[in-house]
């Protein structure tokens, strides 16, 4: 069974810095897949952050962090991270990681659904 927990969130100041990271276990091809990060602030909708593709490493971003935030993976660890820099108060939310079969990266299908989910890590950015 697919497994996915999330670590690193936290509080910081605005324009600080927080590292996000998504131990993965339970796949048989750790290079078959499409890992994300989603974020829900409360009282808005839900709103997918980043996607990276295991097998071609291509990567997609919201347009609201595109700069300041990277997805990355270590495939060693089965890990895959969320760099975030230059934080915002309105980045505070809860940050989920998902994924799901590598297909759903392809075309921006990711930010409708993914398959497998953590249970979130809280970020709190204070002005």
């Known amino acids: 069974q697919v497994q996915l927990v999330e670590s690193g969130g936290g509080s910081v100041r605005d324009g600080g810095s927080l590292r996000l990271s998504c131990e993965v276990s339970g796949y048989t091809y750790y290079s078959s897949y499409c890992m994300a990060w989603f974020r829900q602030a409360p009282e808005k909708e839900r709103e997918g952050v980043a996607a990276l593709a295991a097998d071609t490493s291509d990567t997609s971003y919201a347009d609201s962090v595109k700069g300041r935030f990277t997805i990355s993976k270590d495939n060693a660890k089965n890990t895959f991270y969320l760099q975030m820099d230059s934080l915002k108060s309105e980045d505070t939310a809860m940050y989920y990681c998902?994924?799901?079969?590598?297909?759903?990266?392809?075309?921006?299908?990711?930010?409708?659904?993914?398959?497998?989910w953590g249970k979130g890590t809280l970020v709190t950015i204070s002005s």
């Open positions: 998902a994924t799901a079969p590598a297909a759903r990266c392809w075309g921006g299908t990711w930010r409708y659904g993914m398959d497998y």
